[in-house]
């Protein structure tokens, strides 16, 4: 089972960007998605979340700005990030929760992508 992240780049403040989270390989199913981010010389940070089922919580400071969403049927999470602030700038990964075909005897197993890059200037 593979992530695969895509969407980052440089925008100025007030600016949008989209990412795309696709998970790939050996899926039987997937159920809570996330996207986290993490600034230099921070702490990675849970900054929205999604249900199997589309229940949606975010962390305060990206409330009303961005928008998570997920297409079961291509197993991929979607972050829309509007009025984007330089405080936003950070590397954003992805996480579902999947069971891999191949262990299903393992049940649910996280799985993380690589990271994309957003960099918002001012």
């Known amino acids: 089972v593979q992530l695969v992240e895509s969407g980052g780049g440089l925008v100025q403040a007030g600016g949008s960007l989209r990412l795309s989270c696709a998970a790939t390989?050996?899926?039987?199913?997937?159920?809570?998605m996330g996207w986290y981010r993490q600034a230099p010389g921070k702490q990675r940070e849970l900054v929205a979340a999604i249900t199997r089922g589309g229940s949606t919580n975010y962390v305060d400071s990206v409330k009303g700005r961005f928008t998570i969403s997920r297409d079961n049927a291509k197993n991929t999470m979607y972050l829309q990030m509007n009025s984007l602030k330089p405080e936003d700038t950070a590397v954003y990964y992805c996480k579902a929760e999947v069971i891999d075909i191949t262990r299903i005897g393992t049940g649910y197993n996280d799985y993380w992508g690589q990271g994309t890059q957003v960099t918002v200037s001012s």
């Open positions: 390989g050996s899926i039987f199913t997937t159920n809570g």
